[in-house]
Protein backbone atom coordinates (compact mmCIF):
# COMPACT_ATOMS: atom_id res chain seq x y z
CA UNK A 1 0.00 0.00 0.00
CA UNK A 2 2.50 2.50 0.68
CA UNK A 3 4.31 1.84 -2.45
CA UNK A 4 1.14 1.93 -4.90
CA UNK A 5 0.13 5.10 -3.21
CA UNK A 6 0.26 8.38 -6.01
CA UNK A 7 0.02 10.57 -3.20
CA UNK A 8 2.46 9.61 -0.65
CA UNK A 9 -0.80 8.86 1.77
CA UNK A 10 0.34 5.85 3.46
CA UNK A 11 3.17 5.45 5.56
CA UNK A 12 4.31 2.99 8.61
CA UNK A 13 3.80 4.14 12.42
CA UNK A 14 4.49 1.81 15.27
CA UNK A 15 4.74 -1.03 12.65
CA UNK A 16 1.38 -0.22 10.98
CA UNK A 17 -0.12 0.98 8.29
CA UNK A 18 -1.64 4.69 8.55
CA UNK A 19 -3.22 6.65 5.87
CA UNK A 20 -3.16 10.60 5.88
CA UNK A 21 -6.65 11.67 4.89
CA UNK A 22 -5.39 14.77 3.94
CA UNK A 23 -2.95 13.66 1.20
CA UNK A 24 -5.98 10.33 0.11
CA UNK A 25 -7.70 11.08 -3.04
CA UNK A 26 -9.81 8.18 -2.41
CA UNK A 27 -8.59 6.45 -5.68
CA UNK A 28 -9.02 3.09 -4.40
CA UNK A 29 -5.38 1.60 -4.91
CA UNK A 30 -4.55 0.53 -1.55
CA UNK A 31 -7.37 -1.36 -1.04
CA UNK A 32 -6.65 -3.55 -4.08
CA UNK A 33 -3.41 -4.23 -3.32
CA UNK A 34 -4.02 -5.28 0.38
CA UNK A 35 -3.38 -8.61 0.82
CA UNK A 36 -4.57 -8.42 4.64
CA UNK A 37 -8.23 -7.23 3.54
CA UNK A 38 -7.20 -4.54 6.20
CA UNK A 39 -8.43 -1.38 4.38
CA UNK A 40 -12.29 -1.07 3.78
CA UNK A 41 -13.53 1.29 1.06
CA UNK A 42 -17.18 1.91 2.86
CA UNK A 43 -19.54 3.53 -0.15
CA UNK A 44 -22.90 4.91 0.08
CA UNK A 45 -25.90 2.22 -1.13
CA UNK A 46 -27.46 4.83 -2.50
CA UNK A 47 -24.22 6.05 -4.33
CA UNK A 48 -23.19 2.46 -4.92
CA UNK A 49 -26.35 1.69 -7.18
CA UNK A 50 -26.63 4.89 -8.94
CA UNK A 51 -25.66 4.67 -12.60
CA UNK A 52 -25.35 7.49 -13.81
CA UNK A 53 -22.92 8.87 -10.57
CA UNK A 54 -25.36 11.29 -9.36
CA UNK A 55 -24.89 11.02 -5.35
CA UNK A 56 -21.90 12.96 -4.13
CA UNK A 57 -21.30 14.14 -0.13
CA UNK A 58 -21.05 17.39 0.74
CA UNK A 59 -18.13 19.00 2.81
CA UNK A 60 -20.03 17.56 5.87
CA UNK A 61 -19.83 14.54 4.28
CA UNK A 62 -23.95 14.34 3.34
CA UNK A 63 -25.41 12.89 0.63
CA UNK A 64 -26.49 14.96 -2.41
CA UNK A 65 -28.08 14.70 -5.24
CA UNK A 66 -26.73 15.92 -9.01
CA UNK A 67 -30.04 16.76 -10.47
CA UNK A 68 -28.32 17.20 -13.71
CA UNK A 69 -27.16 13.67 -13.78
CA UNK A 70 -30.28 12.39 -11.99
CA UNK A 71 -32.66 10.69 -14.51
CA UNK A 72 -35.26 9.54 -11.94
CA UNK A 73 -34.65 5.52 -11.90
CA UNK A 74 -35.76 5.58 -8.25
CA UNK A 75 -32.59 2.72 -7.64
CA UNK A 76 -31.07 5.14 -4.80
CA UNK A 77 -34.99 5.35 -3.17
CA UNK A 78 -35.42 1.62 -2.85
CA UNK A 79 -31.62 1.36 -1.51
CA UNK A 80 -31.46 3.47 1.10
CA UNK A 81 -31.69 1.98 4.39
CA UNK A 82 -32.64 5.16 5.94
CA UNK A 83 -35.46 6.17 4.20
CA UNK A 84 -33.73 9.52 3.52
CA UNK A 85 -34.81 9.73 -0.01
CA UNK A 86 -38.91 9.97 -1.29
CA UNK A 87 -40.18 11.12 -4.43
CA UNK A 88 -43.12 12.74 -4.85
CA UNK A 89 -46.75 10.97 -4.30
CA UNK A 90 -49.93 11.72 -6.04
CA UNK A 91 -52.60 9.28 -4.15
CA UNK A 92 -53.72 12.30 -2.62
CA UNK A 93 -54.98 13.80 -5.88
CA UNK A 94 -55.79 10.35 -7.54
CA UNK A 95 -58.44 10.23 -4.54
CA UNK A 96 -59.85 13.27 -5.16
CA UNK A 97 -60.54 12.62 -8.81
CA UNK A 98 -61.87 9.17 -7.89
CA UNK A 99 -63.74 11.32 -5.36
CA UNK A 100 -65.53 13.91 -8.37
CA UNK A 101 -67.78 12.97 -11.35
CA UNK A 102 -64.87 12.72 -13.71
CA UNK A 103 -64.52 9.15 -15.27
CA UNK A 104 -60.93 7.98 -14.01
CA UNK A 105 -59.16 5.17 -15.81
CA UNK A 106 -56.35 3.24 -14.40
CA UNK A 107 -53.55 1.87 -16.99
CA UNK A 108 -51.76 -0.46 -15.42
CA UNK A 109 -48.68 -1.93 -16.70
CA UNK A 110 -47.89 -5.43 -17.40
CA UNK A 111 -45.36 -5.94 -14.92
CA UNK A 112 -48.32 -6.23 -11.93
CA UNK A 113 -48.37 -9.67 -12.66
CA UNK A 114 -47.07 -11.38 -8.78
CA UNK A 115 -47.40 -7.58 -7.46
CA UNK A 116 -49.85 -7.81 -5.28
CA UNK A 117 -49.87 -11.95 -4.33
CA UNK A 118 -51.49 -14.58 -6.65
CA UNK A 119 -54.02 -12.24 -7.85
CA UNK A 120 -56.20 -12.77 -11.44
CA UNK A 121 -56.50 -10.06 -14.23
CA UNK A 122 -60.03 -10.38 -13.22
CA UNK A 123 -59.83 -9.45 -9.75
CA UNK A 124 -57.78 -6.52 -10.41
CA UNK A 125 -60.11 -4.87 -12.31
CA UNK A 126 -62.78 -5.70 -9.77
CA UNK A 127 -59.92 -3.99 -7.16
CA UNK A 128 -60.18 -0.73 -8.79
CA UNK A 129 -63.73 -0.57 -9.77
CA UNK A 130 -64.44 -1.15 -5.93
CA UNK A 131 -62.24 2.24 -5.25
CA UNK A 132 -64.00 3.79 -7.77
CA UNK A 133 -62.33 3.82 -11.05
CA UNK A 134 -64.10 3.65 -14.44
CA UNK A 135 -62.73 0.77 -15.69
CA UNK A 136 -58.91 -0.66 -16.17
CA UNK A 137 -56.93 -0.69 -19.51
CA UNK A 138 -54.12 -2.45 -20.16
CA UNK A 139 -50.64 -0.83 -20.82
CA UNK A 140 -49.22 -3.82 -22.82
CA UNK A 141 -51.82 -2.31 -25.75
CA UNK A 142 -49.75 0.64 -25.76
CA UNK A 143 -46.83 -1.31 -25.96
CA UNK A 144 -48.29 -3.69 -29.11
CA UNK A 145 -48.58 0.07 -30.72
CA UNK A 146 -44.76 1.03 -30.03
CA UNK A 147 -43.61 -2.47 -31.13
CA UNK A 148 -45.40 -2.03 -34.56
CA UNK A 149 -44.08 1.59 -34.65
CA UNK A 150 -40.55 0.79 -33.65
CA UNK A 151 -40.52 -2.16 -35.97
CA UNK A 152 -41.49 0.13 -38.69
CA UNK A 153 -39.00 3.34 -37.82
CA UNK A 154 -36.02 0.35 -37.91
CA UNK A 155 -36.65 -1.26 -41.25
CA UNK A 156 -36.67 2.23 -42.49
CA UNK A 157 -33.65 4.01 -40.86
CA UNK A 158 -31.03 1.18 -40.19
CA UNK A 159 -28.58 1.37 -41.18
CA UNK A 160 -29.34 3.47 -44.49
CA UNK A 161 -30.03 6.73 -41.83
CA UNK A 162 -28.46 5.74 -38.33
CA UNK A 163 -26.12 3.22 -37.57
CA UNK A 164 -28.07 1.33 -34.81
CA UNK A 165 -32.12 2.27 -33.37
CA UNK A 166 -32.28 2.39 -29.35
CA UNK A 167 -35.71 1.69 -27.74
CA UNK A 168 -37.46 4.29 -25.85
CA UNK A 169 -39.64 2.72 -23.60
CA UNK A 170 -38.23 3.02 -20.61
CA UNK A 171 -37.47 6.87 -19.76
CA UNK A 172 -35.01 7.04 -17.17
CA UNK A 173 -32.88 4.94 -20.41
CA UNK A 174 -33.46 6.81 -22.61
CA UNK A 175 -32.89 10.35 -20.81
CA UNK A 176 -29.13 9.07 -19.66
CA UNK A 177 -28.65 8.17 -23.61
CA UNK A 178 -29.25 11.57 -24.40
CA UNK A 179 -27.61 13.30 -21.56
CA UNK A 180 -24.08 11.18 -21.76
CA UNK A 181 -24.66 10.75 -25.67
CA UNK A 182 -26.01 13.52 -27.60
CA UNK A 183 -24.39 12.74 -30.60
CA UNK A 184 -26.94 9.82 -30.74
CA UNK A 185 -29.64 10.89 -29.62
CA UNK A 186 -31.25 10.54 -32.82
CA UNK A 187 -30.48 6.88 -32.69
CA UNK A 188 -33.34 6.84 -30.03
CA UNK A 189 -36.33 5.62 -31.29
CA UNK A 190 -38.83 8.74 -31.55
CA UNK A 191 -41.81 6.24 -31.14
CA UNK A 192 -44.52 7.10 -28.04
CA UNK A 193 -43.78 4.97 -25.00
CA UNK A 194 -47.08 2.46 -23.86
CA UNK A 195 -47.88 4.54 -21.09
CA UNK A 196 -48.69 7.37 -23.51
CA UNK A 197 -49.81 5.34 -26.40
CA UNK A 198 -52.55 4.18 -23.93
CA UNK A 199 -53.66 6.81 -22.07
CA UNK A 200 -54.16 8.77 -25.80
CA UNK A 201 -56.17 5.69 -26.52
CA UNK A 202 -58.40 6.27 -24.01
CA UNK A 203 -58.48 9.89 -23.78
CA UNK A 204 -59.53 9.72 -27.30
CA UNK A 205 -62.50 6.92 -26.89
CA UNK A 206 -63.34 9.23 -23.55
CA UNK A 207 -62.20 13.20 -24.09
CA UNK A 208 -63.20 14.22 -20.06
CA UNK A 209 -61.36 11.17 -18.84
CA UNK A 210 -58.51 11.15 -16.06
CA UNK A 211 -55.93 8.29 -16.21
CA UNK A 212 -53.91 7.37 -13.66
CA UNK A 213 -51.11 5.43 -15.07
CA UNK A 214 -50.41 2.87 -11.83
CA UNK A 215 -46.86 0.68 -12.34
CA UNK A 216 -43.28 -0.13 -10.73
CA UNK A 217 -41.51 2.82 -12.91
CA UNK A 218 -40.08 6.01 -10.24
CA UNK A 219 -39.08 7.61 -13.91
CA UNK A 220 -42.82 7.77 -15.56
CA UNK A 221 -43.27 9.99 -12.67
CA UNK A 222 -40.93 12.33 -14.81
CA UNK A 223 -41.86 11.65 -17.78
CA UNK A 224 -45.36 12.04 -17.25
CA UNK A 225 -44.47 15.85 -16.49
CA UNK A 226 -43.45 16.61 -19.56
CA UNK A 227 -44.61 19.40 -21.55
CA UNK A 228 -45.79 17.24 -24.43
CA UNK A 229 -46.94 14.28 -22.36
CA UNK A 230 -49.06 16.19 -19.10
CA UNK A 231 -52.31 16.83 -20.86
CA UNK A 232 -52.43 12.60 -21.71
CA UNK A 233 -51.51 11.44 -18.50
CA UNK A 234 -53.14 13.09 -15.38
CA UNK A 235 -51.55 11.24 -12.49
CA UNK A 236 -48.66 8.36 -11.98
CA UNK A 237 -48.98 5.51 -9.02
CA UNK A 238 -46.60 3.03 -8.17
CA UNK A 239 -47.81 -0.69 -7.42
CA UNK A 240 -46.19 0.15 -3.39
CA UNK A 241 -47.99 3.64 -3.43
CA UNK A 242 -51.45 1.35 -4.64
CA UNK A 243 -51.18 -1.22 -2.49
CA UNK A 244 -51.16 1.38 0.06
CA UNK A 245 -54.48 2.63 -1.21
CA UNK A 246 -56.07 -1.00 -1.61
CA UNK A 247 -54.77 -1.40 2.14
CA UNK A 248 -56.70 2.16 3.42
CA UNK A 249 -59.98 1.26 1.76
CA UNK A 250 -59.72 -2.08 3.47
CA UNK A 251 -59.64 -4.33 -0.30
CA UNK A 252 -59.57 -7.99 0.14
CA UNK A 253 -58.69 -9.72 -3.34
CA UNK A 254 -60.11 -12.79 -2.07
CA UNK A 255 -63.49 -11.76 -1.13
CA UNK A 256 -64.01 -10.20 -5.07
CA UNK A 257 -66.08 -11.49 -7.50
CA UNK A 258 -63.50 -12.20 -11.10
CA UNK A 259 -64.89 -9.92 -13.78
CA UNK A 260 -63.84 -10.31 -17.45
CA UNK A 261 -60.08 -10.64 -17.59
CA UNK A 262 -58.33 -7.94 -19.26
CA UNK A 263 -56.41 -10.15 -22.35
CA UNK A 264 -56.59 -7.58 -24.62
CA UNK A 265 -52.96 -7.34 -25.75
CA UNK A 266 -50.55 -9.92 -26.78
CA UNK A 267 -48.10 -12.04 -25.33
CA UNK A 268 -45.29 -10.04 -26.77
CA UNK A 269 -46.74 -6.72 -25.12
CA UNK A 270 -47.20 -7.81 -21.87
CA UNK A 271 -43.48 -9.18 -22.15
CA UNK A 272 -42.25 -5.66 -22.31
CA UNK A 273 -42.07 -6.10 -18.21
CA UNK A 274 -39.10 -8.25 -18.74
CA UNK A 275 -35.24 -7.20 -19.28
CA UNK A 276 -34.98 -8.84 -23.37
CA UNK A 277 -39.03 -8.47 -23.93
CA UNK A 278 -39.17 -4.88 -25.95
CA UNK A 279 -36.12 -6.71 -28.17
CA UNK A 280 -38.52 -9.54 -28.66
CA UNK A 281 -41.33 -8.35 -29.53
CA UNK A 282 -40.09 -5.77 -32.13
CA UNK A 283 -37.69 -8.50 -33.90
CA UNK A 284 -41.19 -10.46 -34.07
CA UNK A 285 -42.85 -7.69 -35.55
CA UNK A 286 -39.81 -6.91 -37.99
CA UNK A 287 -40.03 -10.43 -39.10
CA UNK A 288 -43.58 -10.01 -39.67
CA UNK A 289 -43.27 -7.24 -41.95
CA UNK A 290 -40.49 -8.33 -43.65
CA UNK A 291 -39.26 -11.79 -43.02
CA UNK A 292 -36.28 -11.82 -44.75
CA UNK A 293 -34.67 -9.61 -42.76
CA UNK A 294 -31.83 -10.15 -40.08
CA UNK A 295 -31.87 -7.95 -37.01
CA UNK A 296 -29.27 -8.10 -34.14
CA UNK A 297 -29.96 -7.06 -30.95
CA UNK A 298 -28.16 -6.42 -28.00
CA UNK A 299 -29.58 -5.55 -24.56
CA UNK A 300 -28.75 -4.28 -20.72
CA UNK A 301 -30.46 -3.87 -17.66
CA UNK A 302 -29.30 -1.47 -14.94
CA UNK A 303 -27.87 2.16 -16.24
CA UNK A 304 -24.23 0.91 -15.67
CA UNK A 305 -24.77 -2.07 -18.32
CA UNK A 306 -26.46 0.75 -20.66
CA UNK A 307 -24.06 3.23 -20.35
CA UNK A 308 -21.34 0.17 -21.26
CA UNK A 309 -23.59 -0.64 -24.44
CA UNK A 310 -24.12 2.87 -25.63
CA UNK A 311 -20.01 2.79 -25.50
CA UNK A 312 -19.49 -0.10 -27.37
CA UNK A 313 -21.99 1.18 -30.32
CA UNK A 314 -20.48 4.43 -30.01
CA UNK A 315 -17.30 2.59 -31.12
CA UNK A 316 -19.19 0.94 -33.59
CA UNK A 317 -19.56 -2.58 -32.84
CA UNK A 318 -23.05 -2.57 -32.98
CA UNK A 319 -24.02 -0.87 -35.98
CA UNK A 320 -26.88 -2.37 -37.49
CA UNK A 321 -28.32 -3.30 -34.28
CA UNK A 322 -31.56 -3.16 -31.76
CA UNK A 323 -30.40 -1.94 -28.71
CA UNK A 324 -32.66 -2.69 -25.67
CA UNK A 325 -32.36 -0.45 -22.48
CA UNK A 326 -33.61 -0.80 -19.11
CA UNK A 327 -32.76 1.66 -16.28
CA UNK A 328 -33.82 -1.01 -13.83
CA UNK A 329 -31.95 -4.70 -12.88
CA UNK A 330 -34.56 -6.86 -14.45
CA UNK A 331 -36.44 -4.29 -16.62
CA UNK A 332 -39.76 -3.17 -15.17
CA UNK A 333 -39.73 -6.11 -12.83
CA UNK A 334 -37.54 -5.18 -11.03
CA UNK A 335 -38.19 -1.00 -10.70
CA UNK A 336 -38.36 0.86 -7.91
CA UNK A 337 -42.08 0.72 -6.81
CA UNK A 338 -42.07 -2.78 -6.80
CA UNK A 339 -43.36 -5.11 -4.49
CA UNK A 340 -43.14 -8.51 -5.53
CA UNK A 341 -38.93 -10.62 -5.72
CA UNK A 342 -38.20 -9.69 -9.74
CA UNK A 343 -37.63 -13.82 -9.86
CA UNK A 344 -41.30 -14.57 -8.22
CA UNK A 345 -42.45 -11.79 -10.24
CA UNK A 346 -41.17 -12.72 -13.98
CA UNK A 347 -42.37 -16.21 -13.36
CA UNK A 348 -46.03 -14.71 -12.82
CA UNK A 349 -45.38 -12.68 -16.08
CA UNK A 350 -44.38 -16.22 -18.11
CA UNK A 351 -47.87 -17.72 -16.67
CA UNK A 352 -49.86 -14.36 -17.58
CA UNK A 353 -48.71 -14.21 -21.01
CA UNK A 354 -49.43 -17.56 -22.07
CA UNK A 355 -52.98 -16.55 -20.91
CA UNK A 356 -52.88 -14.38 -23.89
CA UNK A 357 -55.81 -14.53 -26.60
CA UNK A 358 -53.03 -12.86 -29.16
CA UNK A 359 -49.59 -14.20 -29.44
CA UNK A 360 -48.59 -11.08 -31.97
CA UNK A 361 -49.01 -7.18 -31.67
Partial sequence: CVEICPKKAVS???GQSHIDEDKCIKCGRCVNVCEYHAIVRHERPCAKVCGMKAIKSDEYGRAEIDH????????CLVNCPFGAIIDKSQ??????????????????????SGQFGNVTQGQIRNAFKALGFTDVVEVAIGADLCTIEEANDFIKEVPDKQPFMATSCCPAWSVMAKKLF????????????????????????????????????????????RRSVRSDIDFVLTFEEM???????GIDFDKLEVEESLQTSSSLGKGFAASGGVAAAVVNAIHCIDPEMEVKTVKAEGLSECKKMLA??????????????MACPGGCMGGAGVLADVRKATMALEQEKKQSDFEKP
Fill in 312 to 325: MAKAGRYDGYLLEG
Fill in 12 to 14: ILD
Fill in 91 to 112: IFQTISALKSDTPVYAAIAPAF
Fill in 243 to 249: AGVFDAK
Fill in 68 to 75: DKCVSCGM
Fill in 182 to 225: PEYANCVSMALTPMTLTARLIKNHTPDAKVVFIGPCAAKKLEAS
